[in-house]
């Protein structure tokens, strides 16, 4: 058996003290361990800075490493390893053709440090801040998009407000899907022991478009509920779901030099390891379910809207 000579801890000299709480931590720590504050970590030794990989909430701010392009030679097993990822997902990450997030940290100093690590593995990021996505801001819905000449006309769902673009002035066209599900209950009984009175579930799964002019962050959404497609006259079809195609192919033609991606609902499953989707539960009380029945109900709820804005909006940020 071989001993270990070398001492495996840090000396006094080179841990850090907290300016919060006055404690000492060791130099490969980006947040203080007693008190969570950022530490002054020194320039030479930010790179061996193991990062606080916690998975943030929905509703939290934090800073997205975000890749956007990589060398040939680039070491994805070891960039996967620095991110604790499986090799197989991360591969899936940086094979996307758009901007794409590999990692939401809550601290700025974290999301710098990783940027840094990534590149020397051979993999170019940018860092978005979530509060710059701006989802409290949601695309304009639309009710229609009438083509005439060189020039369409985008004409708000609730207002009613126009807006007329020259087919240079459609910067980006993204595509995704809008899943949605319900699922309804009563139940009687114990936590250890329920018995489910009635239960139903409802499904949705909308294909959308996000239309981004060149002069603003801020773009337009269709949708297949409550659009007007009289727009493709002789070409209108009779689902919505073939007229969203079809205005798919006439906003393409009419804007060719326009940016498409369409990779969100391939890519899906890795961005929920970034950017979960919404899920809630609703207690809607005592409900009667028949005659003398009667339990308490609930509506569990999933939703990738906000993963879906988030993903677009990054797009229209990073070009």
Do not use: H
């Amino acid at each position: 058996m071989t001993s270990q000579t070398e001492n495996a801890a840090f000396s006094r000299d080179e841990m850090i003290m907290c300016s919060k709480c006055g404690k000492s931590n060791p130099p490969n720590r980006a947040g203080c361990l007693y008190c969570g504050a950022p530490l002054d970590v020194p320039e030479d030794l930010r790179g061996s800075v193991k990062l606080n990989l916690r998975k943030l909430e929905n509703w939290e701010n934090g800073f997205n490493v975000v890749i956007v392009g990589r060398a040939d030679t680039a070491d994805l097993a070891a960039a996967a390893q620095y991110l604790k990822l499986d090799n197989e997902l991360f591969g899936r990450m940086v094979e996307a053709k758009d901007p794409f997030p590999l990692a939401r940290l809550e601290l700025e100093r974290d999301a710098a440090a990783a940027a840094e690590r990534l590149s020397a593995f051979g993999i170019t990021t940018k860092l978005v801040r979530d509060v710059d996505l701006k989802i409290g801001k949601p695309n304009t819905r639309l009710r229609s998009v009438e083509f005439s000449g060189d020039r369409v006309v985008f004409t708000s769902f609730n207002t009613s407000e126009q807006r007329s673009l020259s087919s240079g002035e459609v910067a980006l066209i993204v595509i995704g899907t809008i899943m949605e599900s319900r699922k309804e209950s009563v139940e009687k009984g114990r936590k250890d022991k329920r018995k489910v009175l009635a239960e139903s579930a409802t499904t949705s799964d909308d294909l959308v478009i996000d239309i981004y002019p060149g002069d603003s962050t801020q773009g337009w959404r269709v949708t297949t509920k409550g659009f007007d497609f009289s727009t493709l006259g002789s070409e209108k079809r009779l689902l919505a779901a073939q007229n969203i195609q079809v205005l798919i192919e006439k906003l393409k033609a009419f804007a060719p030099a326009a940016k498409t991606v369409d990779e969100y609902a391939r890519l899906m499953g890795p961005l929920t390891e970034v950017w979960d989707i919404e899920r809630g539960i609703d207690f809607q009380g005592l409900r009667r379910t028949g005659m003398l029945r009667s339990g308490f109900a609930s509506v569990a709820r999933t939703s990738n809207l906000e993963q879906f804005s988030k993903y677009s909006r990054l797009q229209r940020l990073i070009m």
